[in-house]
């Protein structure tokens, strides 16, 4: 029996910081167990990953793209196939349509770009067969007067009809809901929370200003006033961060399982080895990157203190972040890091003795090797707790 759930639990203590704001520029925060708590959002944890360094490069020309440039892409595409300016010009603004499920074209900016009405996550194959469609119609058509006839809506069915494509790894884990009939809706294979501080955050405040380093020169009389005079809103905390990653979900989007498709066993062997290196590569860039907001000004780049990873045979995902409904205390002895971890280690514990919580394997890195959860002692290194995982992961033991 294969491996059905990998759930993946990281404390990660950041220096004064203001990583995901709000509207109003503020840290975004929470109330969790009656007391504010800073936050990080889903959204922000998983586009920080999935447009790493580390993850582009582990699938580099094999993921997607979330974007409202359909129209544009195509429109270079067309040109590049020799199609002329005039006919590739009313093919992006065809293509518009394709964000919604009418295929209701949208009017050029200011810039004569046409954008579809959604934001939609698309991938390379994507592009190409849209392109593909429009590169027939115009074909067909011949004359302009005769493309400008066909309607989206239309266009949007032949690129429907030509079949089930290939799901790339960001879109298989991340999913897609999408209106227009063109592109296959895509359950998500993981599920992120938002991450929240282990204790009761106060935010503070950044005063600040700046100088006219040339007047200053020149003018021995210039007075002692700022050219502008700003504050920026941050706090420090310790993160529980939670995701996990329903395995045989990764893989049936992969090979098209999810939508229908028959696979062989091929499709499902080289479908768990991608399985395998994107949850490899998803927990490195987890343990490697933080959110970019306001990062020139803080440069809070802090690694977790601790990893502890889960694989069921269920699909029955467990968070602990009641742990930490009673907020740690920052002043005690042993220090927020520490205490943080003692509180993970008990939530855990006492839960999979509570509910006979089964694991076929667990794996922990601490940087407090005294630390222990379930038995289980720390990882050298967090490449010898991925080797040990994408081993379980891929061979379902």
């Known amino acids: 029996m294969m491996t059905v759930l990998v759930e993946v639990h990281i404390l990660q203590n950041h220096a004064p910081s203001n990583l995901n704001r709000d509207d109003t520029g503020s840290p975004k925060e929470a109330f969790f167990g009656g007391y504010k708590r800073a936050r990080i959002s889903s959204q922000c944890l998983k586009r920080s990953i999935r447009r790493s360094t580390i993850f582009r490069e582990t699938f580099e020309g094999s993921l997607g793209t979330r974007t409202r440039s359909l129209p544009e892409l195509v429109r270079t595409r067309l040109l590049e196939m020799g199609i002329d300016e005039e006919m590739a010009e009313i093919a992006a603004r065809k293509a518009s349509g394709f964000g919604n499920k009418d295929g209701t074209e949208q009017s050029a900016n200011e810039s004569g770009y046409y954008r579809t009405a959604q934001t939609m996550f698309l991938s390379e194959m994507d592009v190409r067969v849209i392109s593909d469609v429009l590169a027939e119609a115009v074909g067909e058509a011949k004359t302009p007067k005769a493309f400008e006839k066909i309607k989206a809506k239309d266009l949007q069915e032949k690129a429907e009809d030509k079949g089930l494509r290939p799901i790339v790894v960001d879109i298989a ?21 938002h991450a ?16 006219d380093d040339l007047e200053r020169s020149a003018d021995d009389e ?7 005079i700003g504050d920026i809103e941050f706090n420090s905390a310790c993160y529980y961060k939670y995701f996990n990653v329903h395995v045989e979900g990764l893989v049936d989007n992969l090979t098209g399982k999810a939508f229908r498709r028959e696979v062989s066993a091929q499709d499902e062997k080289e479908a768990r080895e991608t399985a395998t290196k994107a949850i490899g590569a998803l927990i490195e860039a ?12 803080f440069a809070a780049h ?13 699909n029955l995902p467990v968070s602990y972040a009641n742990a930490f409904s009673v907020p ?33 394997k667990r794996l922990l890195l ?10 289980v002692s720390s990882e050298k290194s967090l490449g ?3 080797e040990k995982l994408e081993a379980a992961v891929m061979q379902g033991d």
């Open 173 to 193: 884990l991340f999913g897609r809901m999408v209106t227009s009939e063109a592109f296959l809706d895509v359950e998500a294979s993981c599920q992120f929370a």
């Open 196 to 211: 929240i501080s282990t204790h009761k955050v106060d935010h503070e405040f950044d005063y600040y200003t700046a100088m």
């Open 222 to 228: 210039a007075g002692a006033g700022a050219d502008m």
């Open 286 to 297: 987890a343990c490697s990157v933080s959110p970019s907001g306001k990062q020139n000004s």
């Open 302 to 314: 802090q690694r977790p203190s601790l990893v502890w990873v889960e694989l069921r045979d269920n």
């Open 328 to 360: 740690v205390n920052p002043k005690v002895r042993d220090g927020l890091e520490t205490e943080s971890a003692k509180k993970l280690k008990e939530e855990c514990e006492s839960l999979a003795e509570m509910y006979t919580l089964k694991a076929r």
């Open 366 to 375: 601490s940087k407090n090797k005294d630390i222990e959860i379930l038995g």
């Open 384 to 386: 010898a707790l991925l």
